[in-house]
């Protein structure tokens, strides 16, 4: 590491720490002619699969194209910017644990809809108008209908768990 000083090329490590929740590792280092010390920050480059297009071309990946994408539908929603890029950490991660050279935009983009689906409905449903191309009425239809069967499904299931912790209640004196 060159200092940024002096610009000589031996520097010593002081102090290492862990930074941004293990994400980095912060090194206090002092430049072994001048003396002076600074600080560096070290983080893994993790390596993006390549995104293989609906018409066969191959583009790197882009972090800023898909928090676009997930931006767009997420526009007047009130979501904060820290559940959107976690969201996008999560997509990122799996998208890596794939461990592929190249993947498939639709599955990208069929990860892109089942995050967008557990944060938020209206931008869930947003998405999947564009994504799945809707050619009528009907199949947009159907989105809701089983968007809402699941929200009524979730619903019940709730309602019975809430039913059966009370009826679990241990007695007392007995």
Known sequence: M???FCNAEDTKVIDSRLAADGAQVRRRR????CQERFTTFEVIEAVMPRIIKSNGRI???DNQKLRRS???PLQ????ASDRIEAMISRIEKQLRQLGEREV???????????????LDDVAYVRFASVYRNF???EAFQQLLVSLSDDVAKAEIREKLQ???QKTAKPSAGI
């Open 104 to 118: 498939k935009s639709q599955v990208v983009g069929e990860i892109v809809i089942r995050e967008l689906r557990q």
């Open 76 to 79: 007047k929603r009130p979501i």
């Open 162 to 164: 809430d039913l059966s």
């Open 59 to 61: 583009e790197p990946y």
């Open 135 to 137: 050619q009528d009425i």
């Open 70 to 72: 997930i931006q767009l």
């Open 2 to 4: 060159h200092c940024p």
């Open 30 to 33: 002092q430049c072994v002619q």
